[in-house]
């Protein structure tokens, strides 16, 4: 689980999913991230095979990233740890209001 | 998967599974992690409602840990990642070997 050791690797792989972004899509759909830490978070997962950066030389440059099939069969895993985030936060919060 | 935001956690609850580890057992089966960070860790996990902690008042002490539901729904997913993680090194490694 080395590849995914940031709260913002698993976030970034569910914003992508099956479809090529841009750069600045990517930044605007998580807005809390800084475009610095987003930078450094995407070269880690290029170094580890999660996604594809793909760079066109055009004014102004465009960059669009993919996940790879490796990034891709780690989608309906991250879907169960959502679910279970979101089971057991609802359950907590439920208790607490009771107790 | 704030919960989760640490490499350890995870490793953690593998090792713990469905039974039940007093601290020393699980610092043994995790030895390349030391006392402090694991007790944060074990911590931070009682807080998030993963684990619980149960402390027997003897001479030693005796403090055992057991996952709670929370914790146990997360083992079948990390499961899974870990069989992700596997086949995609792999997949990786012998890439490497052929180029």
Redesign the interface.
């Known amino acids: 689980?080395?590849?995914?050791?940031?709260?913002w690797k698993?976030i970034i792989v569910m914003v992508i999913k099956d479809r090529t972004l841009r750069f600045g899509e990517i930044a605007a759909r998580i807005s809390v991230i800084s475009r610095k830490v987003l930078t450094d978070q995407l070269r880690e997962m290029e170094e580890d095979?999660l996604v594809t950066r793909q760079e066109f030389k055009e004014l102004p440059p465009r960059v669009e990233y993919r996940l790879t099939?490796?990034g891709l069969?780690?989608l309906p895993?991250?879907s169960?740890?959502?679910e279970?985030?979101r089971?057991?936060d609802f359950?907590?919060k439920k208790l607490e209001e009771i107790i």
């Open positions: 689980m080395s590849a995914l050791g940031s709260k698993p095979h099939e490796k069969a780690l895993i991250l169960l740890l959502e279970w985030e089971e057991f359950t907590e």
